[in-house]
C-alpha cells in the first residue's frame, strides 16, 4: 500500500522519531559494552534517517522495520509488528500518539 504524499511527511516523522528513541536507548545500554562512540551513533543515525525518508509504502516500512528488528527486543509489540497489518498499526498507533502530544487542553 503507497503511502498517500500529503500524509508521507508526518508519517516518516513518527517513524523517525520513535526509531531513534529506540536507537538513542539501545547505544545507551551498549555503550561501555562496545566502546562504541558518538561519530558510530551520528552514522547510525544518518543512515536510518535516509532509510526512513526513503519509506514510500507500508512494504517499505515492514522491511525498515525488519531490518532493525533488534531495537524491539523486549517490547511489546515485538510479536505483532513485522507483519503488514502489524506495521501498518504501528504506524497507526504512532501517529495516534503524536496528536495526544500535539493537543493542548482548553
Same mark, same amino acid.
Request: aromatic content about 12%.
Given at each position: 500500500?503507497? !503511502?498517500?504524499? @500529503?500524509?508521507?511527511?508526518? !508519517? /516518516? *516523522?513518527? &517513524?523517525? @522519531?520513535?526509531?531513534?528513541?529506540?536507537? #538513542?536507548?539501545?547505544?545507551? =545500554?551498549? /555503550?561501555?559494552? #562496545?566502546?562504541?562512540?558518538?561519530? $558510530?551513533?551520528? *552514522? =547510525?543515525?544518518? =543512515?536510518?534517517?535516509? $532509510?526512513?525518508?526513503? %519509506? *514510500?509504502?507500508?512494504? $517499505?516500512?515492514? $522491511? &525498515?522495520?525488519?531490518?532493525?528488528?533488534? &531495537? #524491539?527486543?523486549?517490547?511489546? !509489540?515485538?510479536? /505483532?509488528? #513485522? @507483519?503488514?497489518?502489524? @506495521?501498518?498499526?504501528?504506524?497507526?498507533?504512532?501517529?495516534?500518539?503524536? %496528536?495526544?502530544? *500535539?493537543?493542548?487542553?482548553?
Amino acid at each position: 500500500m503507497k !503511502i498517500n504524499k @500529503t500524509n508521507k511527511q508526518a !508519517i /516518516h *516523522n513518527v &517513524l523517525y @522519531t520513535d526509531l531513534q528513541r529506540l536507537m #538513542f536507548r539501545q547505544y545507551n =545500554a551498549l /555503550h561501555e559494552e #562496545f566502546q562504541m562512540n558518538d561519530e $558510530d551513533y551520528d *552514522n =547510525a543515525m544518518s =543512515a536510518l534517517y535516509r $532509510d526512513v525518508y526513503n %519509506c *514510500n509504502s507500508i512494504k $517499505d516500512i515492514n $522491511d &525498515l522495520l525488519l531490518s532493525y528488528i533488534d &531495537l #524491539f527486543k523486549g517490547e511489546k !509489540i515485538y510479536n /505483532h509488528i #513485522f @507483519t503488514q497489518d502489524g @506495521t501498518m498499526n504501528y504506524v497507526i498507533s504512532l501517529l495516534v500518539e503524536s %496528536c495526544k502530544v *500535539n493537543v493542548k487542553p482548553v
